[in-house]
């Protein structure tokens, strides 16, 4: 008797083990239908995969984090998003890295102070493609400054394009240059068409590009972005009025 009574003690508790894993196993085909459902109803989006993939890969990767140094993931996805300063200052922390920038958005100017060396490297780097246009194909090595910053400043980001002033400076008065040093001057003045020649085949129009030099420091380059507005007879009257 006792033997029969432990082997019915026994059969009891297989029934109520069978009986949990098989709730168990509903649970798990109710979830996986539900994430199914999920998945199907879902879209992708290339722009925002790709930030889940770089931050993998920085993650997961020395030899990544040692290439971005003083740039953040944040940085290198930003072009397409936002104020147009704020997608012009992260191109330059991008491509440029060491710069002086300051930015009102209530006047509508940006200056970007740097060196002449680093902003001419910049503009004559091969194999240069737009960024906002090929966001997956963007890598922290890759050369996409002039065909970026010409695609940012010419949309109508906020209400209007974006005019870039640059100005190149010279160790002396450029009248007294004439006189006393041509060459010197005539050099500067290649370099500005040269600047304008790269800007104007990135489709840049010439509305929005002012290039000249002054007296100052030869090793840095001055650079103002302002919104562009265009010349109205009525405004300008109303203005002279004004003063």
């Given at each position: 008797?006792?033997?029969?009574?432990?082997?019915?003690?026994?059969?009891?508790?297989?029934?109520?083990?069978?009986?949990?894993q098989m709730m168990n196993l509903s649970l798990f085909i109710m979830l996986l239908a539900f994430f199914i459902v999920l998945n199907s109803l879902s879209s992708y989006e290339e722009i925002k995969s790709e930030k889940v993939r770089?931050?993998?890969?920085?993650?997961?990767?020395?030899?990544?984090?040692?290439?971005?140094?003083?740039?953040?993931?944040?940085?290198?996805?930003?072009?397409?998003?936002?104020?147009?300063?704020?997608?012009?200052?992260?191109?330059?922390?991008?491509?440029?890295?060491?710069?002086?920038?300051?930015?009102?958005?209530?006047?509508?100017?940006?200056?970007?102070?740097?060196?002449?060396?680093?902003?001419?490297?910049?503009?004559?780097?091969?194999?240069?493609?737009?960024?906002?246009?090929?966001?997956?194909?963007?890598?922290?090595?890759?050369?996409?400054?002039?065909?970026?910053?010409?695609?940012?400043?010419?949309?109508?980001?906020?209400?209007?394009?974006?005019?870039?002033?640059?100005?190149?400076?010279?160790?002396?008065?450029?009248?007294?240059?004439?006189?006393?040093?041509?060459?010197?001057?005539?050099?500067?003045?290649?370099?500005?068409?040269?600047?304008?020649?790269?800007?104007?085949?990135?489709?840049?129009?010439?509305?929005?590009?002012?290039?000249?030099?002054?007296?100052?420091?030869?090793?840095?380059?001055?650079?103002?972005?302002?919104?562009?507005?265009?010349?109205?007879?009525v405004i300008a009257g109303q203005e002279e009025e004004a003063q």
């Open positions: 008797m006792a033997f029969r009574r432990r082997r019915r003690i026994r059969q009891q508790g297989g029934t109520s083990s069978n009986a949990g770089r931050s993998i890969q920085i993650t997961f990767s020395n030899e990544a984090k040692e290439e971005l140094g003083a740039v953040t993931i944040s940085e290198l996805e930003s072009f397409n998003e936002g104020h147009t300063f704020d997608r012009i200052d992260a191109l330059f922390q991008a491509q440029i890295v060491t710069f002086d920038s300051q930015k009102s958005k209530s006047t509508g100017r940006m200056n970007i102070q740097l060196s002449y060396e680093k902003f001419m490297s910049a503009i004559q780097a091969g194999g240069q493609y737009d960024a906002t246009r090929y966001p997956s194909r963007r890598e922290i090595r890759d050369n996409f400054f002039l065909p970026t910053l010409a695609s940012i400043i010419r949309a109508n980001i906020d209400g209007a394009p974006t005019r870039m002033e640059i100005t190149f400076h010279v160790p002396d008065n450029p009248a007294a240059m004439h006189n006393n040093a041509p060459e010197a001057l005539k050099e500067k003045i290649d370099v500005i068409g040269e600047v304008a020649r790269a800007l104007m085949d990135q489709r840049l129009p010439e509305k929005l590009i002012n290039i000249s030099y002054e007296k100052g420091d030869p090793n840095i380059v001055d650079l103002s972005f302002i919104k562009y507005v265009p010349f109205s007879p």
